[in-house]
């Protein structure tokens, strides 16, 4: 660890006017000096503002001014003090200093990788570690194209699927301006922007090519769009500090859908992500068990404006961990944690197209402090691809066919119809439960999806307006 005197904290705020002419100048001093006034902290030595990971264009192609999109801010902050220091810091970040919506958690820097985005279920009887390919996992989640005419799909409405990932290539994004949001390398003023449409790796393509392959397994084809934004690393150095630059993307995100007419389309926030190492330093508000870190405080608002949030379970499942994976968040009740923890995402392990558990598949319950009950389904891994050179491994790729499923369910039932807790539950409750009683387990949630099942039973329950109404004309005869 570095020099515990200096603590890395995200902080995020809701803005005031002359805050956010301040950020958008990178002026160190104002932005400390307003700061530092609100929180009545009685000295100016404390902290310092390091990073404006906010600082990023509009998205190309979006009617939204440069300060709509700033309507939260998100700093990186050093402290210097050490532990007691950071403990004032923290319990000056309140509604009643800041404003409503202010949090404040822990920063983590991105530790090299030292091995590709894949992994072998455990024990490793095979010599590629895969089993089937993408055709045999649509058919484990029955998402056969019959079965989902029966039910209902797909409906008419557009959905946009945001990839919160290393970055999708051009060809899978659509045609025009609007293709995603940019996001700021590295939080000091001469960071890069990374754009839409320049991946780092092929991890993004594996999650999106999952995705839509579940959403087009209906016909006609759903109507669907892929936007990028392309908020995490490849695990290299050059972008040292990770959640304050995924903090900023998500709040970016939540604006751009929150304003103007986009907030009435279909949205799902797929997050193919998870922390390997949550440890803290000295004094450091924490990530892994703080359901207030400024992520969690976007996430909500994203939640709020209708927009499904769907995460990875994580591969820091006891059995056959990622290399990476700290020790003491490995395993159950520590392996999901931070985001992948909230009550309301949607968190996703991982089963071979057999319906067996994948021993590095983030296992519940979920961290001390978060929700107990994760993941909350299951969806398969590990399969090849038939039009993608590469394999379909991790939780990642279960978390892209289950970001799938959210977006075709979506273009039958909006966020108008159905909140997002009420379509989650829907999903969990026809999960179909591979090993012991039909009820949560610890790892494979409460059973791996079933596409059709979720859909027959909302057609059911919450069946298109059409056929409501004739029911109640033939009813007044």
Not at 357 to 372: F, T, V
Not at 421 to 442: K, M, S, V
Not at 451 to 476: E, K, M, Y
């Amino acid at each position: 660890m570095s020099d515990p005197n200096e603590v890395r904290l995200v902080l995020s705020v809701r803005a005031w006017n002359e805050l956010r002419q301040a950020y958008k100048r990178w002026d160190s001093e104002e932005v400390h000096r307003q700061l530092n006034a609100r929180m009545r902290l009685g000295r100016d030595d404390l902290f310092s503002v390091v990073a404006y990971p906010s600082n990023i264009p509009p998205p190309a192609g979006v009617d939204i001014s440069r300060d709509e999109l700033l309507e939260f801010l998100v700093f990186g902050i050093i402290i210097h003090g050490g532990q007691e220091a950071a403990e004032v810091f923290a319990n000056s970040v309140t509604r009643e200093n800041l404003g409503p919506g202010a949090a404040v958690g822990a920063d983590l820097v991105v530790n090299p990788a030292h091995d590709p985005f894949s992994t072998h279920w455990c024990p490793n009887e095979a010599g590629d570690g895969l089993m089937g390919d993408r055709a045999a996992a649509l058919r484990t989640i029955r998402a056969n194209p019959s079965l989902l005419t029966a039910a209902g799909l797909p409906g008419p409405e557009q959905v946009n699927i945001v990839f919160v990932d290393t970055g999708l290539p051009l060809r899978l994004l659509p045609a025009g301006s609007f293709k995603g949001w940019p996001v700021l390398e590295a939080s000091a003023h001469s960071g890069a922007v990374r754009l839409p449409g320049n991946p780092l790796t092929s991890h993004g393509e594996m999650v999106a090519r999952n995705a839509r392959a579940v959403a087009l397994a209906a016909a006609p084809p759903a109507k669907l769009k892929l936007l990028d934004c392309p908020a995490i690393p490849d695990g290299i150095t050059r972008f040292p500090v990770f959640l304050s630059s995924v903090a900023a993307a998500l709040f970016s995100i939540f604006s751009t859908i929150a304003t103007g007419a986009r907030k009435a389309e279909g949205w799902v926030i797929c997050n193919a992500w998870a922390v390997f190492d949550p440890t803290v330093k000295p004094g450091q508000a924490s990530y892994a068990n703080n359901p207030d870190h400024p992520i969690a405080i976007a996430l909500r608002l994203l939640n709020d404006t209708g927009a499904d949030l769907v995460f990875a379970a994580g591969n820091c499942g006891q059995f056959c961990p990622n290399p990476r994976c700290s020790p003491d968040f490995t395993g159950p009740s520590r392996g999901i944690n931070g985001a992948n923890a909230l009550r309301e995402v949607l968190t996703v392990g991982a089963v071979r197209n057999d319906q067996v558990w994948l021993g590095y598949s983030g296992q519940g319950p979920g961290i001390a402090g978060m929700a107990n009950n994760k993941p909350d389904i299951c969806a398969p891994s590990q399969f090849a691809s038939d039009d993608y050179p590469g394999s379909n491994t991790g939780t990642s790729a279960a978390c892209g066919l289950a970001a799938g499923a959210v977006a075709l369910l979506r273009t039958r039932w909006p966020s108008g119809r159905l909140m997002p807790d009420t379509l989650a539950g829907a999903i969990r409750r026809n999960a179909d439960q591979p090993y012991g009683p039909a009820d949560w387990q610890e790892r494979t949630g409460h059973g791996i999806l079933d596409l059709a099942a979720t859909a027959a039973d909302l057609h059911q329950r919450f069946p298109p307006a059409a056929r409501r109404s004739a029911v109640r004309r033939s009813g007044a005869h």
